[in-house]
């Protein structure tokens, strides 16, 4: 959980006031390929999705899942109708940073595998990151992202993970696939020369980075923030393939 002294800009509410409203269950989905689900929840102007009682996001935390967007898009700056693909809608935020930082000829691709997380972003989180699923330039498909990423080859400029809790994963064990070795050689296949992986976690993980640099990889990783300099301390990879 985030701290209880933070606030979310402007709209915020004092923090004695907002601690003082209980949490509300909106919906709760289930996880394809697991047991678990994950459950959605609203106190006053604020949301929080979580899975078996440990917090995936908060709409008042985003920082990190904006930096992810910003530090690959920086790097296909320039390049004519970029290809982006987004491994995980999570409240929008990641793909409206995205949005923010590209052109008009862009076309930016959102795998998620909870259909009930497109609905929540469609009928209660969309104005948090400004309704990205309406922008023309975005397209939502429903299921693996491991599945887009092993169709094509030399597809994407980019392509970002937002996956679970990053490579030590919360909702479904399934989900270490994404971050082996075998769907690690399938991103690399699939980024154009020069194409970026920008991969987000909850925290560092050094058989990772080895693991990325196994593949091919040229790899920086950077730390930041939850929310600006504040808040949880997070981490980004960032993987150029090679020309």
């Not at 919360?170 to 296949?189: K, M, Q, V």
């Amino acid at each position: 959980m985030g701290e209880k002294t933070e606030h979310n800009g402007d709209a915020a509410e004092p923090v004695w006031q907002v601690s003082m409203i209980p949490w509300e269950l909106i919906d709760r989905a289930p996880v394809p390929g697991s047991d678990r689900e994950l459950r959605l929840y609203r106190r006053g102007g604020e949301f929080s999705i979580r899975v078996a009682g440990c917090e995936l996001m908060n709409s008042r935390m985003h920082g990190s899942e904006d930096a992810l967007a910003e530090y690959a898009c920086d790097r296909i700056a320039g390049l004519p109708a970029p290809r982006v693909l987004i491994g995980g809608l999570g409240m929008g935020y990641t793909l409206a940073a995205a949005l923010r930082r590209l052109g008009p000829d862009a076309r930016v691709v959102v795998a998620e595998l909870v259909p009930r997380v497109v609905a929540w972003n469609r009928d209660h989180l969309g104005a948090l990151a400004g309704h990205p699923l309406a922008d023309q330039r975005a397209t939502v498909r429903e299921g693996d992202v491991s599945r887009v990423i092993m169709a094509e080859s030399r597809a994407w400029d980019a392509i970002l993970l937002d996956v679970d809790n990053g490579p030590d994963g919360l909702t479904s064990r399934e989900n270490d696939w994404i971050y082996g070795p075998a769907c690690l050689a399938a991103a690399f296949s699939a980024l154009r020369p020069a194409g970026v992986l920008a991969v987000w976690s909850a925290a560092a993980d050094p058989a990772f980075t080895r693991r990325l640099r196994q593949t091919g990889f040229v790899v920086d990783e950077v730390g930041v923030r939850a929310r600006g300099a504040r808040g949880g301390r997070h981490v980004i990879w960032l993987a150029r393939r090679g020309p």
